[in-house]
């Protein structure tokens, strides 16, 4: 009913930048807050940055001053923009979202598949 993809990963030099994004597509009336989170082999997955519909905005201090989270509601994408990035930042990226669907008219938590972020040292 409702699919979340994500984009823009790839490998990356420490320091370097990337732009993830997460674009909603389906039975979709609105969606709500949307979230990035990431997953590093043998970690547990971490939230890293929070967006309300209205545009307000949350970051884990791991990420706070580097990462910035957008959204384009009129597009129902999502986006990471990730500079000063450092091997820490080498996870699994996905991306999170309140939806309230037209098909079944409730709301529902959608999960993308995810995007790999590399960064050499």
């Known amino acids: 009913q409702v699919q979340l993809v994500e984009s823009g990963g790839g490998l990356v030099q420490a320091g370097g930048s990337l732009r993830l994004s997460c674009t909603a597509s389906g039975s979709i009336v609105t969606m709500y807050v949307m979230r990035w989170y990431r997953q590093a082999p043998g970690k547990q997955r971490e939230l890293v940055a929070t967006?309300?519909?209205?545009?307000?905005?949350n970051y884990a201090d791991a990420v706070k001053g580097r990462f910035t989270i957008s959204r384009d509601n009129a597009k129902n994408t999502m986006y990471l923009q990730m500079n000063s990035l450092t091997p820490d930042d080498t996870a699994t990226y996905l991306c999170?979202?309140?939806?309230?669907?037209?098909?079944?008219?409730?709301?529902?938590?959608?999960w993308g598949q995810g995007t790999q972020v590399t960064v050499s040292s």
């Open positions: 967006i309300t519909s209205g545009g307000s905005t």
């Open positions: 999170n979202a309140g939806v309230f669907v037209k098909a079944t008219n409730s709301p529902i938590q959608a």
